[in-house]
């Protein structure tokens, strides 16, 4: 079975422009989490789209969106980019009645 | 979710047993706890998880101690690629691995 894979893997941007990251989650999982990583703030919670909504949300400027689609992929939109928006982005595959989360190996990104 | 404490790093030789602990004093009686790990520019990696039995797998043991407040992770023979930064996790248990909340975990550095 193949895992969670994210495209990109890396991406540099510039402030003020806008990115789409995209994820795969394994298949038959309909559950689609976002990560933000970085060295100061560690890992953190951005939101959760099960079934093409958005079940959860983190503390997160509305720069940050995310939508899924029928097929459970899921991208994650950041506009108007900021210096502070460096970071490893990670996305998670689960199952509901399974609490096990499944990572991609993330996106890079470097806003310049 | 349930604040946790871990030791900011430890080291491990080789072929040696690892035990990796975490506080959670305030463990409500609904709260699992999980160990994930994340090994250099991956995304994190399910462990373990239990309530308050021990749980043993594949990868690891989980030892929790009778009035919940602590738990240790085992990995009984430690290897160079164990070396990761491990996150011990507690929260209800929902159906689902959404919103997880990291810490800034145990970096585990193993060696020859």
């Known amino acids: 079975k193949a895992g969670v894979t994210q495209t990109p893997r890396y991406l540099i941007k510039t402030r003020g422009q806008q990115v789409t990251l995209s994820c795969s989650p394994i298949?038959?999982?309909?559950?689609v989490s976002w990560y933000q990583q970085t060295p100061g703030q560690g890992l953190q919670f951005l939101f959760e789209y099960f079934s093409e909504t958005q079940r959860n949300k983190g503390n997160f400027p509305g720069r940050f969106s995310g939508r899924q689609f029928s097929n459970s992929r899921s991208e994650m939109n950041v506009s108007t980019l900021e210096l502070g928006d460096s970071a490893l982005y990670l996305c998670a595959s689960g199952q509901d009645g399974n609490e096990k989360l499944f990572f991609g190996s993330g996106t890079q990104l470097s806003v310049l | 979710d349930a604040k946790t404490t871990q030791p900011p790093s430890m080291d491990c030789a080789e072929g040696r047993a690892a035990n990796l602990p975490c506080n959670h004093s305030t463990i409500s009686g609904n709260e699992y706890v999980y160990w994930y790990r994340q090994i250099h520019s991956q995304g994190p990696q399910y462990i373990i998880h239990g309530l308050k039995n021990n749980e043993t797998n594949e990868m690891a043991s989980l030892i929790i101690t009778e009035d919940r407040k602590s738990s240790t992770l085992i990995l009984p023979h430690a290897t160079l690629r164990d070396t990761a930064v491990y996150y011990c996790i507690v929260r209800p248990y929902t159906g689902t691995a959404s919103k997880l909340t990291f810490g800034t975990g145990t970096r585990l550095q193993v060696t020859l």
């Open positions: 298949s038959g999982h309909r559950s």
